[in-house]
């Protein structure tokens, strides 16, 4: 009989908000346990510098919600994760039957700690999400005996994990794979089961401001194939929701007063779909490529619907390289043309940046940054937004780095390439930090490479 489940997100310094699939695990557990009452959700999140940690703690526990603060944690980078891993492996073993950890590449290291700990308690747990989706292969051999993993989806998987659960003995175990892979990719509504959640879990930090934000999925894998996405190897089949769906979502959700939805889906909605789009006066953000982006009639419907901030991707600013590195089919006068398009808004366009890919010297680096200033001469008030190249595992781009001998298969790049100690360019490693954290500089010429 299961009697409480711990839902865990090792969230290790970083500002991402709670998956909305959540919700479904939810729904899926209320209905095979009814122990809904016993339902305790982990979400560690330990802050960036800048930002105090009490003022946090009081507006969120001085909200009037009955919250527990057990469910929510926030601290910052001086915390000793060590004794903090041991207070929460004593909780788990004293209250709970079920722990289901949902990991990606980033929290590795220390979901990795947490399980190797589990492991020596008699408690079933479950780990699931695009780490374990594409990283099975290596990381089976490592799991305790009580570890059961959901490869690809997870919702029909994970009611019959607590099904079997339900019907063992008290201090009984078990060990289960399912590759859910090819399982139907059904994109139904879960916000409905937004209200099993605690609504602090909706916060996060926005340009350091702590908001209410409500993700809402639009569409579920991508038609497009590039290499650095995991997408691109695992065939994710891309499923579009219906415009009607949606909006019921939206109006279900305008009752927890959210201060912004976030829209999610690597590709964002057609004319046709966004001329329906009713987000009742909420605004919201959302990622599209600059491709997908037609018109001005199209910017001005992102307008009337409440659009606030833009995600577009350059990636590099040389074609033939984007094109074959990045299986990125798209035109430099792509992303020129809306940013143009933007220039008069008061939407927040961001552009998305990736230096240090595989084979990249500083001549196409510098590419990238020209492409940068011409985007900026264009419209000054683009938000530039650089990354480092991260090959996660399941990539195209992780299996090119194998095979020209960049990386290990079985070497992992938790909180970037970089702080792995490993850099797949012929840049300098000293020079690709500079030029990440000092990126408008190099664009405007302050600096040189």
Not at 82 to 95: P, Q
Not at 154 to 160: D, R
Not at 261 to 284: A, C, H, M, P, R
Not at 312 to 331: Q, S, T, Y
């Amino acid at each position: 009989m299961i009697k409480t489940i711990r839902f865990v997100y090792p969230n290790t310094f970083m500002s991402n908000c709670i998956p909305i699939s959540l919700a479904k695990l939810i729904s899926v557990a209320i209905n095979r346990t009814r122990c809904y009452s016993d339902i305790v959700f982990h979400h560690t999140t330990f802050i960036e510098e800048g930002i105090n940690v009490n003022e946090v703690k009081n507006r969120i526990y001085g909200m009037g919600k009955q919250i527990l603060e057990k469910k929510f944690e926030i601290h910052d980078k001086s915390i000793d994760l060590d004794h903090w891993l041991n207070h929460f492996i004593h909780n788990c073993i004293e209250s709970d039957d079920v722990i289901a950890i949902s990991i990606v590449e980033d929290t590795w290291p220390f979901a990795k700690r947490m399980i190797q700990k589990l492991g020596a308690y008699p408690i079933n747990v479950v780990i699931g999400g695009p780490f374990v989706t594409a990283s099975y292969d290596i990381i089976k051999d490592k799991l305790p005996n009580n570890v059961s993993c959901c490869i690809g989806n997870g919702m029909s998987f994970f009611g019959k994990y607590l099904d079997i659960v339900s019907s063992m003995e008290s201090g009984q175990v078990i060990k289960i794979v399912d590759n859910g892979i090819t399982s139907s990719n059904e994109l139904d509504s879960c916000v409905s089961a937004y209200n099993h959640i605690p609504q602090v879990l909706g916060y996060r930090f926005i340009n350091k401001i702590l908001q209410k934000v409500i993700p809402v999925e639009i569409n579920r894998g991508c038609p497009f194939n590039c290499s650095y996405c995991i997408n691109s190897k695992h065939s994710i089949q891309f499923k579009q929701r219906s415009i009607t769906d949606i909006n019921l979502d939206l109006q279900y959700i305008k009752t927890f007063g959210p201060d912004l939805i976030y829209f999610i889906g690597d590709v964002f909605l057609k004319l046709e779909n966004l001329k329906q789009l009713d987000t009742l006066s909420t605004s919201y953000w959302m990622n599209t490529r600059p491709e997908l982006i037609p018109n001005d009639e199209y910017v001005n419907y992102l307008l009337s619907t409440g659009c606030v901030r833009c995600n577009i991707g350059l990636e590099h600013g040389d074609d033939v390289f984007r094109h074959h590195m990045l299986n990125r089919k798209m035109r430099n006068e792509d992303v020129l043309r809306v940013a143009k398009m933007f220039k008069d808004t008061s939407i927040n366009l961001v552009v998305n940046s990736i230096i240090g890919f595989p084979t990249e010297n500083i001549e196409l680096l510098q590419k990238t940054l020209d492409m940068n200033k011409q985007i900026l001469d264009i419209n000054p008030n683009v938000t530039l937004s650089p990354f480092i190249c991260t090959p996660y595992h399941g990539t195209k781009l992780k299996d090119y780095c194998v095979e020209h001998g960049l990386m290990k298969k079985n070497q992992f790049v938790a909180k970037g390439l970089i702080d792995s100690g490993l850099n797949v360019s012929d840049i300098p490693t000293n020079l690709l930090l500079d030029v990440h954290h000092n990126f408008m500089e190099y664009v405007t010429g302050e600096k040189k490479l």
